[in-house]
């Protein structure tokens, strides 16, 4: 019986030995770009709604929230100073730096009267306190407050 | 056979992406076996192996019993279905003698013509399970599932096929 059963493993082995026959390299890189090929087609059904989304941001968000232009500084000054003095030429605008555009938002939301200017139809406004992300949105500025392009230098 | 696959009860999900690269790198020498002994031809037997893969990687969801078995028995088919088209029906040469090493050596050449002729005496579904066995790795129960033959059948087979292979072939045992 045990005899039997080393011939049998021996012709077995023999057997095996025997096939070496192996797919060439280039079989592997046809099995790999099948798969790579539908993992990106799968990506990009997966990413056509992404891509929509993000196409969409960056159309709407721009009109709602655009950045302040860094070197870009936010003229501000109160619209219609109490009292002007007679004798002194009319308040130059005070220039602000763009950090400055917080005392802004918080003059805003204490519903103190001022007029924006800016090189931009739209100014970013961070919430009170915050320098950057997070922007406020866009402000709805009140009846008596003017937002208008600051002609370029 | 692909309705038996689907028929049975206990089911495994269609091998999906991830199982079908684990399967590859595992049986590609064995699918390569496979589809040679029925191609003839190396780049035939590359073709076929990809042809089963690109149609597995579309396969809707269905259920089979065994992922390795099923992808065994696609590239089987493939290869089939490509020998067909090359060859229009003519009959084969050796079945065995292209998968084999090939060698310069006389000794070694030799060996591997009486171990084909051995080989290619047995009749087709020994010949099957024996390449199925030995050269795929594959077990019983999955050359049962890919031929859609009952396992103890299957062993049946085998015993018999290396019982008429023995005295063909001890003389390089």
Redesign the interface.
């Known amino acids: 019986m045990n005899d039997r059963s080393d011939?049998?493993e021996?012709?077995?082995a023999?057997?095996?030995s025997?096939?070496?026959?192996?797919?060439?390299a280039?079989?592997?890189r046809?099995?790999d770009a099948?798969?790579h090929r539908?993992?990106t087609r799968h990506l990009s059904q997966v990413s056509s709604f992404a891509a929509g989304v993000v196409l969409t941001a960056l159309i709407l968000v721009p009109q709602i929230v655009r950045a302040p232009a860094p070197p870009a500084s936010v003229a501000v000054h109160q619209s219609a100073p109490p009292d002007p003095p007679q004798d002194q030429p009319p308040a130059e605008a005070f220039v602000a730096q763009p950090h400055e555009t917080f005392d802004v938002m918080s003059a805003l939301l204490d519903g103190i009267p001022v007029r924006v200017e800016t090189s931009h139809s739209e100014l970013t406004l961070y919430r009170p306190g915050e320098k950057s992300g997070n922007p406020a949105g866009r402000i709805i500025f009140p009846a008596n407050f003017t937002i208008t392009p600051a002609t370029p230098d | 056979m692909a309705e038996h696959l689907h028929s049975t009860k206990s089911r495994w999900p269609i091998p999906n992406?991830d199982t079908?690269?684990t399967i590859?790198a595992r049986h590609?020498?064995g699918?390569?076996?496979l589809a040679?002994s029925i191609t003839h031809s190396?780049a035939d037997?590359?073709d076929a192996?990809?042809d089963a893969?690109?149609r597995l990687?579309k396969a809707p969801d269905l259920a089979c019993n065994d992922p390795v078995a099923y992808v065994f028995a696609a590239v089987r088919n493939a290869a089939i279905d490509r020998h067909r088209v090359r060859h229009n029906g003519r009959p084969m040469d050796s079945a065995f003698a292209?998968?084999?090493?090939g060698e310069d050596h006389l000794e070694t050449r030799e060996?591997?013509q009486s171990?084909a002729a051995a080989?290619d005496a047995l009749c087709e579904e020994h010949r099957t399970v024996?390449l199925l066995r030995?050269?795929s790795g594959l077990t019983f129960r999955q050359i049962g599932e890919l031929t859609d033959t009952p396992l103890q059948t299957i062993a049946s087979r085998y015993a018999a096929a290396?019982d008429q292979?023995?005295p063909l072939?001890r003389k390089?045992?």
Do not use: G
């Open positions: 011939a049998r021996q012709l077995e023999l057997l095996e025997a096939m070496t026959a192996k797919p060439a280039s079989l592997d046809r099995i099948l798969f539908r993992w | 992406r079908l690269e590859y590609r020498d699918l390569f076996v040679l190396r037997a590359e192996i990809h893969f690109v990687a292209a998968c084999l090493n060996r591997d171990l080989i024996v030995i050269y290396l292979l023995e072939l390089w045992i």
